[in-house]
Nanobody
């Protein structure tokens, strides 16, 4: 069982930056690939970024490529999402999720989810 808790959301002006964190419980954090998703008001959940358990392979949605960066610190059981050059359309609840199954690089087959943190980007 893995419990995930996101933090770092808030209100930021367009063009600004935020760093989200996702703290995981458990001693097998490095066994899990970690993804970030988001859900904007009135829209479906969208894959944002993914990172492998070890080795640092990363994957991004086209909408955030070049602006967002996912990273992790396995010693701290934490995954991060650095968000730069934020746009109003990045406004959403951001969720982290964990998976030890194939498909994680596309946001599929996620096993555990956090409750989300709200990011609001004002124009």
């Amino acid at each position: 069982q893995v419990q995930l808790v996101e933090s770092g959301g808030g209100l930021v002006q367009a063009g600004g930056s935020l760093r989200l964190s996702c703290a995981a419980s458990g001693r097998t954090f490095s066994s899990y690939a970690m993804d970030w998703f988001r859900q904007a008001p009135g829209k479906g959940r969208e894959f944002v970024a993914a990172i492998s358990g070890v080795g640092g392979r990363t994957y991004y949605a086209d909408s955030v490529k070049g602006r967002f960066a996912i990273s992790r610190d396995n010693a701290k059981n934490t995954v991060y999402l650095q968000m730069n050059s934020l746009k109003p359309e990045d406004t959403a609840v951001y969720y982290c999720a964990a998976s030890d199954k194939s498909g994680w690089s596309r946001g599929d087959n996620m096993d555990y989810w956090g409750k989300g943190t709200l990011v609001t980007v004002s124009s």
